[in-house]
């Protein structure tokens, strides 16, 4: 579905970005952004908290918004993380506005550091800082991830449900994970990296011609590889024996904006989640194929609540947020008419229920779900128009 900007579009866009900003600083404290707007149920949830990936993907839309609150808040934000960091690295999953309770989650959160790196250093690059500030919790962030990483496939390891999508069953190397860590590399001249690059490529593309020299990895690619046809996205985790092949977008996303996937895997990702209609009517669906409770790879805690049910939550649900990474993508490949017409159907998804900036909607019914007034739906929904714009 594609549409050219016109007379209706134009201002729609404009009128999202107005919100965006206005919902940003609506959700602002002193300490930092909130995950959610403040009411009854997302205190109940905790989303009145600062998240360590929603608040830094915040940052990143905050620092450079020409907005003093927000390019404040931005600085505050990555402040009150550090300030909670736990002695062995790991930023929080959450800190509490006040300072008085960090959370690490079940099983570890390993996003959270990862995108709480990424933000400060997006803010070293863009704000005004001193290029070494937050140095000592940079150390101690990168030594927490590297105690994590292979020897032999330089890509972090983790358990199942210990990223943003945290009632899904993707563990050992997960895509989405070792996308950014890639990106972190990248960012912070990190030992490695060209390895790590080499290695994501081989396991979690398996299907491609050339075969890794590492017997284990020969072997990691036989067992996800064997009986399935190339699905057309990079698999979503691998682990021993076991392969994620639901289509995780957020993580492709990813692969196609950190440099990941050369030209002809960029072209292959983007065209098998047009196929599949995963941005229309709102970007985007977050899984191509969502998992049923017959599939091998189902566990009981997703259907905790009834949340993770097909076409629900991370299991196929729409996430406005990770639509402006579409977006992004979209730009950053060229498809400018694409991008812009994603970038349409996207406000007009925040700008359902008089801009409530719905956390997701369900896959099929489109059905409102989650929390209102996501700090990082607006937050991305600005960086995808500075992208479509050629700001970013």
């Known amino acids: 579905m594609t549409q050219q900007p016109d007379a209706t579009t134009i201002p729609l866009i404009e009128a999202c970005t107005q919100a965006a900003l206005k919902l940003l600083q609506a959700n602002l404290t002193p300490h930092g952004i ?33 907005v003093d609150a927000l390019e404040a808040g931005a600085v505050a934000s990555l402040d009150a993380l550090v ?15 006040e300072g008085q309770d960090a959370d690490f989650w079940y099983l570890g959160c390993i996003d959270a550091t990862l995108w709480w790196l990424i933000a400060v250093d997006h803010v070293r690059r863009a704000g005004p800082v001193n290029p070494d500030r937050w140095q000592a919790g940079v150390d101690r962030a990168i030594a927490w991830l590297l105690a994590q990483e292979h020897q032999r496939f330089r890509l972090l390891q983790q358990n199942e449900a210990s990223d943003w999508a945290d009632i899904m069953p993707r563990s050992g190397y ?13 960012r912070f001249g990190l030992a490695d990296a060209e390895a790590t690059h080499h290695h ?24 996800a590889r064997r009986g399935r046809r190339d699905p057309g996205l990079y698999l979503s985790f691998v682990n021993l024996a076991v392969s994620g092949h639901e289509g995780d977008v957020f993580g492709n996303l990813m692969a196609v904006l950190n440099g990941l996937a050369d030209t002809a895997k960029c072209q292959q990702i983007v065209q098998t989640i047009d196929r599949a209609h995963a941005d229309d009517p709102y970007p985007v669906r977050v899984v ?13 805690y997703m259907g905790r609540h009834q949340q993770n049910s097909v076409h629900q939550y991370h299991n196929g ?36 229920d008089d801009w409530r900036f719905t956390e997701w909607f369900h896959g099929r019914t489109l059905k409102p779900m989650g929390m209102a007034g996501q700090s990082w739906n607006a937050a991305t929904f600005l960086l995808a128009r500075r992208a479509v714009e050629g700001e970013a």
């Open 34 to 66: 909130l995950a959610a707007s403040r009411t009854e149920a997302a205190e109940a949830r905790r989303y009145t908290r600062i998240f360590g990936r929603d608040a830094a993907i915040c940052v990143m839309a905050m620092c450079g918004s020409g």
């Open 83 to 97: 300030a909670q960091q736990a002695p062995n690295g790991q930023i929080p999953k959450y800190v509490d506005p």
């Open 174 to 186: 997960v895509l989405y994970t070792n996308a950014l860590w890639y990106d972190v590399k990248r």
């Open 200 to 223: 994501f490529n081989h396991l979690f593309d398996p299907f491609q011609r050339d075969l890794p020299e590492y017997h284990r990895a020969r072997l990691l690619r036989h067992y």
């Open 288 to 300: 191509l194929h969502p998992l049923s409770r017959q599939h091998e790879l189902w566990r009981p």
């Open 317 to 352: 649900g729409i996430w406005p947020f990770v639509g402006g990474y579409w977006v992004m993508a979209l730009a950053r490949l060229g498809m400018q008419e694409q991008a812009r017409s994603a970038l349409t159907r996207l406000a007009q998804a925040n700008a359902l």
